[in-house]
């Protein structure tokens, strides 16, 4: 009973540092518009920004699993929720546009520290890692409910500056809470050095295994969307639809209610009735959302919308468990981060390409491509199963 209560802090404690490396991110999202209008740039060029975020998050996948393989998990994790405080702070004072984009690169290193870690955490004290997943990861949907109608509270009374600061506030805290309840985690290696760790052979044999590089397609298709969505759904609803910035905030943070609701339901799915089915529901689903946002502005039409959208986007809870399928209790640590890196380096590019899709051809247009992306997902899917590749 003991190690179960403890097994359930950790996942507890872990999903509250997602939560905070989480509103790091998306407290950048709602003040878009207003950033953009300050520092006088384009939706291009602070999607530019936004993907430098994406992208230093998705490289601090692979070393941050040689980390916890040398030093433990509890350390890494901890060293990312500070520093997630530490650099949400600093934007806040960015004088230039130059100054806010490194700052948006170095929040987005130290956020990623987290979620590989912290998975491969998980996946050594469960048996469901699906479910375990799913839990884990609605530390993000929190975060998004939460969030923006914070930042949009606090933008409209003191501005975008301290509103932007929001996450250096509960980082302080959870950084206690995980010190004090979590025990020190014991390394897989630490006497090789970070340099031994890392075999390019071995890596790239990984990457390479016909299972992980499916299962990798289809993540690089999901995150994409998942990345641009998370950038740009509330200037969407705002530029698009018309809808106030509160409104728009709001149906953002339902958008993440839904999608940490329904997320643990993907994971039991997964872990029941295959990856690939539950995966195969969240694209069709976000399929159908993304139709609907383009083609309807009213209130129930976008409800809607949202509501099939936050259902595709738990996607993680199946696609993940799929990768940790393919590899071996040996191989999840840096492996995983490897793996995780790879396709996330490939989907960090959400952020720009659509808004320069936006900026070119309009949100309608840049939205649709976004569904494009998902169906083929599903074809890749349906192409394995009628194939029988078994990937």
Known sequence: MRNRRYRDTVLALCTLAFFVTMVGRLAISPVVPTVTAEFGVSNAVIGTALSGMWLAYALTQFPSGILADRYGERLVILVSV??????????????????????????????????????????????????????????????????????????????????????????????????????????????????????????????????IVFSSAIAILADFTWQALASFLPTFLIEHHGHSTALASTFFAAYFVVQGVLQIGVGALSDRYGRDLATGVCLLSGIGGIGVLVGGSGLLAVSAGILLLGLSMGWGAAVIPRVMDHLTAEERGTAFGFVRTAYMIVASTGSIVVGLFADRFGWGTSFLLLGGLMALGVALLVGNRVLGADL
């Not at 004088?95 to 996946?123: D, I, K, N």
Request: glycine content about 12%; aromatic content about 10%; cysteine-free.
């Open 82 to 211: 500070g520093g997630t405080g530490l650099v949400s702070l600093g934007l806040a004072f960015s004088p230039h546009f130059a100054v806010f984009l490194v700052g948006t690169v170095l929040l987005g290193g130290a956020a990623g520290l987290h979620y590989s870690v912290a998975t491969t955490f998980l996946t050594r004290i469960y048996d469901d890692v699906g479910t375990a997943v799913g839990i884990h990861n609605g530390g993000a949907p929190v975060a998004g409910l939460l969030t923006p109608v914070a930042v949009a509270w606090v933008a409209a009374r003191y501005g975008w500056r301290p509103a932007i600061a929001v996450g250096a506030f509960i980082a302080v805290p959870t950084f206690v809470l995980f010190a004090r309840y979590v025990r020190p985690t014991e390394p897989r290696k630490p006497d090789r050095s970070m340099r031994e760790q890392i075999d390019p052979g071995a890596l790239l044999d990984i990457v390479t295994r016909p299972s």
